[in-house]
């Protein structure tokens, strides 16, 4: 069974979904740190052919409380209006729009359930089974840190390949995960593009903006647009070359290869 384990992020850019979509078992880490400034509640969607980043508020932020442990102020409107503006002319504006304020609808603030339902939604929309867990409801590696701790969940799942992105690449040792009976693999997302209505290309924005110029098709098309590599070939090759044709070594597979 092949694992990843990734801190919930709301509507975050097209790589988590590739990651998500390339394994058999998700896992939210929602028991570690929440990190102020970062990603967990915020992203970019396109406004008048610019970036631009929208933030859900939260309550009495801290960098000493685990990220379950944070919630959100609602209501969202503000957010959805600025959603509805930026993209009322987009192609799958009338399918997306509804899906994104279910997710923004106030009902749930608890800010790792909302980012945890802003990766169902998307899933759902697209006719994709996930299959997720959650690190708090995962007993024995509360008091583990990093690269053991890690193992632990692995373990516990039975886990025989575990995927982390390739920022990760020096975190992890791929002889530790070997010697437990785990494969280590890395995400790498290709260079993609695709039409922003007649404006230049503006790249890692939130997956609202992929969904909203892209039918599901489309979207499930960009989803395979990555490779699961291997520690020494990550190593020895990076940057791995974007175009299709090239040919790879046995140490990079396609993402929708278990």
């Known amino acids: 069974m092949r694992v990843a ?7 975050p850019y097209l790589g988590y979904y590739q990651l998500a979509a390339s394994v058999d078992r998700w896992v939210f880490y929602d028991d570690v740190m929440y990190i102020k400034q970062g990603y967990i509640n915020r992203n970019s969607i396109l406004v008048n052919g610019a970036a631009h980043r929208f933030t859900v508020p939260i309550r009495d932020q801290s ?15 503000k957010i959805l209006k600025v959603i509805a503006q930026a993209y009322a002319k987009a192609p799958n504006f009338s399918r997306v729009f509804p899906m994104v304020a279910s997710v923004l609808d106030g009902r749930e603030t ?86 922003q209505g007649d404006l230049p290309f503006v790249p890692n924005l939130s997956m609202i903006d992929v969904l909203m110029h892209n039918g599901p098709d489309g979207v ?9 590599i291997d520690q020494a070939t990550a190593r020895s090759q990076l940057p791995i070359p974007s175009e299709r044709g090239n040919p790879r070594t046995s140490g990079i597979s396609d993402c929708n290869q278990a």
């Open 63 to 77: 960098n000493s409380r685990a990220i379950n442990e944070h919630h959100a102020i609602p209501p969202f409107d």
């Open 110 to 195: 608890n800010i790792a359930r909302m980012a945890g339902a802003s990766l169902h939604a998307v899933f759902d929309y697209l006719g994709m089974h996930l299959k997720t867990s959650w690190s708090s409801a995962i007993r024995g590696h509360q008091r583990l840190k990093g690269q053991d701790r890690v193992l632990a969940i692995c373990e516990s799942l039975g886990a025989s390949e575990y995927v982390n992105p390739i920022g990760g690449l020096e975190l992890y040792d791929e002889a530790d995960f070997a010697t437990r009976g785990i494969r280590l693999l890395f995400h790498r997302m290709r260079p993609v593009s695709y039409r």
């Open 5 to 11: 384990i990734m801190q919930p992020y709301l509507f």
């Open 220 to 228: 499930r098309r960009l989803l395979r647009e990555c490779d699961l």
